[in-house]
């Protein structure tokens, strides 16, 4: 079997090598870069020590090594995306589409399809019977990545290896300690380069600029104070808005007005909700499907625990979920990712609306 194995230079993506090696198979790994440092936003994101630890580890194991340059393609769909979500007011999800439009989807479309299999280091599970392939929450459920991965499509999912889905975070480092791979001690990133090395607000002002408008307190129509574009806040936020007497939570916007509604206190009723809808609902196997008072389990976030809930209603690829308790941030243009509520596997997702 010829298996392309995902390889970014950090500690769980270096493990899946020596464990894939074990298991008999020779995979070529290819180093995806993505980083966009040759645009001026993105110079403090350097791949170097990436490539570097990358290159180290195919020698270690004596496999074939690739760089795969999808920069442009990367800045046509995921940067693309989150620019027009930001604009429009919604909270994007950069990490989500990058899975779906870049690793398994431009370069599939690049390389990927020399390959049966292609393997990355998310923590997920690839579960298969006599009806196809599922994909199915990770044993570390604090480290679980199914959120990230709840976007992609069936075909892409039928493709994928996930070589420390069985592991905990702890053994995936003992691992690469016993190895002694270089990543053994590198701390986690903080999502996709450009969110995690770039200032976000620093980021949207480049290619959003700044226009100023009121901050109001919802309940009473008082006006607070002033900022530089609603594309900078985000349903749920508390910190950045420069008010006193706080804490303040951004609960709604304005963005045909340029107006931030906030709520004053530590639990605001107006930050609650306990009616989910998901607009665009895209399932993860052909089978699945929603009924109406079907009990699931869902995320709004990328968090360790699941909410709980029930199928309301169904119209087309619109749910609305009516949750078993009240739950804030819900903002527009995050991923709802909906799971079964007895097994541990995900169903699909759709956008909050």
């Given amino acids: 079997m010829e298996i392309a194995a995902l390889v970014s230079g950090g500690v769980d993506s270096s493990v899946t090598i020596p464990l894939l090696k074990e298991q008999g198979f020779d995979p070529t790994i290819f180093y995806i870069k993505i980083g966009m440092e040759d645009a001026p936003a993105f110079s403090d994101c350097p791949s170097e020590e990436d490539i570097e630890i990358t290159t180290y580890i195919a020698k270690k194991y004596g496999c ?4 795969v340059d999808l920069q ?3 800045w046509q769909t995921v940067v693309a995306y989150t620019i027009d979500s930001i604009k429009k ?3 994007p999800n950069p990490d989500v589409m990058c899975n779906r439009l870049i690793k398994f989807g431009a370069f599939e479309e690049r390389m990927g399809h020399q390959f049966d299999k292609i393997s990355t280091g998310h923590y997920a599970r690839n579960l298969s019977d006599e009806n196809g392939f599922y994909l199915g929450t990770a044993a570390d459920t604090h480290k679980d990545q199914t959120y990230f991965l709840g976007r992609i499509t069936y075909a892409q999912l039928s493709k994928l290896l996930f070589p420390i889905g069985n592991l905990l975070k702890s053994e995936v480092r003992r691992t690469a300690e016993a190895m002694k791979l270089p990543s053994a001690h590198r701390p986690d990133s903080q999502g996709i380069c450009f969110l995690g090395k770039v200032n976000y607000n620093d980021f949207i002002k480049r290619y959003t600029g700044e226009k ?4 109001i307190e919802l309940e009473t129509g008082k006006k607070l104070g002033r900022h530089k574009g609603f594309w900078f806040h985000t349903i749920g936020q508390r910190k950045g808005l420069g008010l006193g007497g706080g804490p303040w939570f951004v609960v709604k916007k304005d963005v045909d007005e ?4 906030v709520s004053n206190g530590y639990d605001p009723i107006s930050q609650y909700t306990e009616t989910i809808r998901l607009v665009d609902m895209q ?3 052909p089978d699945f499907s929603l009924s109406e008072g079907q009990l699931i389990r869902f995320k709004i976030r990328h968090q360790p625990e699941f909410n709980h809930g029930v199928v309301k209603s169904l119209q087309g690829t619109t749910v609305e979920i009516r949750s078993d308790k009240t739950l804030s941030g819900v903002a527009p243009g995050q991923f709802g990712v909906l799971y079964f509520d007895q097994k541990p ?4 997702s759709g956008v909050l609306d």
């Avoid at 074939?64 to 760089?67: A, K, L, N, S």
Wanted: with cysteine; hydrophobic share 40%.
């Fill in 212 to 215: 100023e408008g009121d901050i």
């Fill in 72 to 74: 442009k393609e990367y």
């Fill in 345 to 348: 596997v995900c169903l699909g």
């Fill in 64 to 67: 074939r090594m690739e760089i």
């Fill in 283 to 285: 399932f993860l196997h």
């Fill in 89 to 91: 007011g919604f909270t």
């Fill in 258 to 261: 340029n107006i931030i509604y």
